[in-house]
């Protein structure tokens, strides 16, 4: 059973950083892309970032590039977002997302319990 | 970016009756070379992460009852149940995966 398993939010303040995780597990890893997807309090979806299989490609929205950093570790099965400068707005669910394909960021056919951050003062 | 909406933002239906909801696209997700629409749906319930529904605009994801289908291309399209069940009051979103960054739908909430 293909498995997601976030980890790492929590509460920051405006400005700081918080490092993600995600542990895959039921599958081949590194044969599937997979994306950070969010969703603030009460709103819809927001596609953050993607990697691809490899780890050697990355996606980034407009809104996190230059502050967040999508990695991989596939020995580990493991996906990181590394976020800094962050801001209010910021705050949201963050999902993994496994995409079908393992070079862009496509459809997600899996996806994780997500975990939440808090960005506040 | 590829803006999505969806149509209407809410919907109540009855217990055994059609729901249709509309996505558009503000520009084509068909790729000509391969004649696929990049257009997948999901369906979110309350406390939950989304579950895939449809992709490839017509593709019944895994597990997936036939009462959901998936319609259009280029830049319009539908989801349809064709038989509204208790279990399927949640929010469904589209999503275009044709381009970078891939871009989701508002939302629309089905309520009974």
């Known amino acids: 059973e293909v498995q997601l398993v976030e980890s790492g939010g929590g509460l920051v303040q405006p400005g700081g950083s918080l490092r993600l995780s995600c542990a895959a597990s039921g599958y081949t890893f590194s044969s599937y892309g997979i994306n950070w997807v969010r969703q603030a309090p009460g709103k819809g979806l927001e596609w953050v970032s993607g990697v691809s299989g490899s780890g050697d490609i990355t996606y980034y929205a407009d809104s996190v590039k230059g502050r967040f950093t999508i990695s991989r570790d596939n020995s580990k099965n493991t996906l990181y977002l590394q976020m800094n400068g962050l801001r209010a707005e910021d705050t949201a669910t963050y999902y993994c997302?496994?995409?079908?394909?393992?070079?862009?960021?496509?459809?997600?056919?899996?996806w994780g319990q997500g975990t939440l951050v808090t960005v506040s003062s | 970016d590829i803006v999505m909406t969806q149509s209407p933002d809410s919907l109540a239906v009855s217990l055994g009756e059609r729901a249709t909801i509309s996505c558009k696209s503000s520009q084509t997700v068909l790729y000509s070379s391969n004649n696929k629409n990049y257009l997948a749906w999901y369906q979110q319930k309350p406390g939950q992460p989304p579950k895939l529904l449809i992709y490839?605009?017509?593709t019944r994801g895994s597990g997936v009852p036939d009462r959901f289908s998936g319609s259009g291309s280029g830049t319009d399209f539908t989801l349809t149940i064709s038989s509204l069940q208790a279990e399927d009051v949640a929010v469904y979103y589209c999503?275009?995966?044709?381009?970078?960054?891939?871009?989701f739908g508002q939302g629309t909430k089905l309520e009974i």
């Open positions: 999503q275009q995966y044709y381009s970078v960054p891939n871009t």
């Open positions: 997302a496994r995409s079908i394909s393992v070079t862009k960021p496509y459809y997600c056919d899996c």
């Open positions: 490839w605009a017509s």
